[in-house]
């Protein structure tokens, strides 16, 4: 029994993912914040509901306690829940208004990561998926004019990319750290969901593909890695 666990999983992206990886023979269990929506979404994917809000150290604690009740390890673990925060450049927004997004794109990660670490490291095969995006990615935003075959649409968002920039740091620096476990980031692209008023490019169908792969690839795929659906991202 393959156990994957995915936060965010009651819509957009992660919803799409568990749906995927539920047909795969994946058991899922779908990580919502909200216990009514994230019951539905369950039924509807026939996953397993778990109630987790990444903003919160007791919430992710209890979920990874009943997962371990549950199942005993997990094999997978896909950090996909984000925000966008507010579309502000350098110098329009406080401090308060970035820990907001980082509490949530970069803690958020860091908290679930560690409390679910002890059941990855009981599976023989596991792995960390970070869902992440091209605006994190230090060499794009340098010259975005350079990269339009990776990133079509470009904008400088303080909060958000930066968070993602940071996203990518904790991929790298958890890779080398535990080497028994695939540590990847993933850029779905420009995909239309809630996060950004489904203005993006694609579906949640060609978005959540590369994240499925990554989960999919098994111990044989390196590990500390940038992977979008063309290839390697350059960080």
Same mark, same amino acid.
């Given at each position: 029994m393959t156990v994957t666990v995915i936060t965010g999983a009651n819509k957009g992206l992660g919803f799409e993912t568990a749906r995927r990886l539920i047909e795969q023979g994946h058991t899922v269990y779908a990580g919502a914040r909200d216990p009514h929506r994230g019951a539905e979404a369950a039924r509807t994917l026939g996953a397993r509901p778990l109630l987790i809000d990444i903003t919160d150290d007791a919430s992710v604690t209890a979920a990874a306690e009943s997962v371990r009740a549950e199942a005993g390890h997990v094999d997978v673990l896909i950090n996909n829940a984000g925000i966008a925060g507010p579309t502000a450049l350098a110098g329009e927004l406080t &401090? &308060? #208004?970035? !820990? !907001? $997004?980082? #509490?949530?794109? $970069?803690?958020? &990660?860091v908290r679930t990561t560690d409390a679910f670490l002890p059941l990855l490291r009981a599976s023989s095969g596991p792995a960390i998926v970070n869902v992440s995006s091209s605006l994190g990615s230090l060499t794009i935003n340098a010259d975005p004019a350079a990269h339009t075959d990776i990133l079509p649409a470009w904008a400088p968002l303080l909060a958000y990319n930066s968070s993602k920039a940071a996203l990518n740091m904790l991929t790298v620096l958890y890779a080398q750290a535990y080497p028994q476990i695939t540590v990847t980031t993933v850029d779905p692209g420009f995909t239309a969901t809630d996060l950004n008023g489904h203005q993006g490019t694609q579906s949640v169908e060609q978005g959540a593909a590369v994240i499925i792969a990554a989960a999919l690839s098994g111990t044989d795929a390196p590990t500390g890695t940038f992977i979008g659906a063309s290839g390697p991202v350059p960080w």
């Open positions: &401090a &308060a #208004d970035l !820990q !907001q $997004v980082y #509490d949530t794109n $970069v803690f958020g &990660a």
